[in-house]
């Protein structure tokens, strides 16, 4: 894992050696660590003993790269998944354990069980029933949970467009942070968060709802019931990506801090835009840099705890590639891309079947394979479809009319023999 003194670990493990470190410190305490990273407080014992000793590389698992102890064999893995298809079909996987031990002795937990036949196909996950809703208290740090969410308003009542405020309400203190948007989708998502990112830092977590924009609609693959994980959007992705814990609401009440704060706003801030008559998008955004700061001052609280837990962002992360939207796309024989009903040649040759496509989130497009950058052109002229010959498409022809003999006509008259020639003589 350290090699020429370069240490290879995932975002989750930085994030464990950022907050550990903390509490080596004297910042936190190891069972407010504990609560951070959802660990046992022993756990966090081990680690800070670890770090200690070994240094930054004592928070990387010892096990990466190696095939689990307790892996179940393949050979046992069929047997169950068989033995479920052919005799113990429609059985919960409670019951098809019991029967494993007591007949065919085979001794597994009931959730090891479960999760065979879950990634086999041959169950499904089940939604439990709705819990009661109840008080929660807030967040004891500054950055701990976000609460966002977007309000479509008429902010600027009727001088300008609708807007939408994507805003930020942090759960400990109620310091705020916000931006007018045209709409509300993944692209003011991200420009957001990244605006937030580079003024504050990483938060841990971020409270929101199930808006298709936050979370994703689409239907399991097989692929990702083998693995085990859920389809995700594009924000979601990026979330992820930076170490930020993503938890969707089931209600608005759930994350009552951030509505109540836009039914504030939708009170107080509009008034405050309608004193100074603000007319334009630019102009509500500049205005939030000066009202959020003495928002937050008025109807902000201290936190529990003083330590900041939002986190600085690694030297040399590149912001721009992860908050972006990323599509996989086929690259034809031909080296190109098509997007949106646009062509796009590849200038370089490249041994893949697939590229990856990034939508900056100004406007930019980005094409990359094996996390390479490549060299590309838009193909500005595409051959003409050829559609099928209509009948207002033909020539015209002007008709013949077709003529009716008068009735005295010479065709209509009965045909007469002429006389024979020798008769004809001798009369004469």
């Not at 470190?21 to 936190?28: A, F, N, S, Y």
């Not at 494993?100 to 939604?127: F, H, N, P, Y």
């Not at 052109?377 to 015209?396: G, H, R, W, Y």
Request: charged share 35%.
């Amino acid at each position: 894992m350290c090699e020429k003194d370069i240490i290879v670990m995932s975002r989750r493990e930085l994030k464990r050696l950022q907050v550990v470190k903390k509490t080596i410190e004297g910042g936190l305490k190891q069972v407010e660590a504990a609560n951070v990273l959802e660990l046992s407080v022993r756990q966090i014992g081990r680690l800070v003993r670890r770090i200690e000793s070994e240094g930054d590389v004592g928070v990387v698992h010892r096990l990466r790269g190696k095939a689990s102890n307790f892996r179940i064999g393949d050979d046992k893995r069929k047997k169950v998944i068989d033995l479920y298809r052919v005799k113990y079909k429609g059985f919960g996987p409670t019951l098809f354990c019991e029967k494993l031990t007591e007949d065919e002795d085979l001794k597994l937990s009931a959730e090891t069980v479960r999760q065979l036949l879950i990634g086999s196909g041959d169950w499904a996950k089940r939604r439990k029933v709705r819990k009661h809703r109840q008080w929660r208290e807030r967040s004891g740090h500054y950055g701990q949970m976000q609460q966002m969410d977007g309000s479509h308003h008429d902010w600027l009542e009727g001088r300008g467009p609708w807007l939408v405020l994507m805003a930020y309400i942090d759960d400990a203190t109620g310091r705020v942070h916000g931006r007018f948007y045209d709409y509300e989708g993944t692209v003011p998502a991200m420009d957001s968060f990244r605006r937030y990112v580079r003024k504050y830092g990483v938060p841990q977590s971020v409270y929101l709802d199930k808006h298709t924009t936050y979370k994703s609609t689409a239907k399991l693959t097989i692929e990702d019931e083998l693995n085990g994980r859920n389809p995700k959007s594009q924000f979601e992705r990026a979330l992820s990506e930076l170490g930020v814990n993503v938890i969707h609401a089931n209600s608005p009440q759930a994350k009552g801090r951030v509505e109540r704060l836009f039914k504030t706003l939708q009170d107080r801030l509009v008034k405050e835009m309608r004193l100074r008559g603000i007319k334009t998008k630019e102009e509500a955004n500049k205005f939030l840099e000066i009202y959020f700061p003495k928002h937050s001052k008025k109807f902000g609280v201290i936190a529990r705890e003083r330590e900041d837990m939002h986190i600085k962002l690694p030297a040399g992360t590149n912001l721009e590639r992860i908050l972006c939207i990323k599509t996989e796309r086929t690259l034809r024989n031909d080296f190109t891309v098509s997007k949106d009903k646009k062509v796009y040649q590849v200038l370089e040759a490249v041994k893949a079947d697939k590229v990856m496509l990034e939508e900056r989130i100004d406007g930019s497009l980005r094409l990359y394979c094996n996390n390479e950058s490549l060299k590309y052109k838009e193909i500005q002229t595409s051959p003409l479809k050829v559609k099928a010959l209509q009948v207002s498409d033909m020539p015209f022809t002007r008709r013949r009319k077709k003529h009716i003999p008068a009735a005295d006509h010479p065709w209509r008259k009965p045909f007469k023999k002429p006389l024979n020639s020798a008769v004809f003589s001798q009369a004469i």
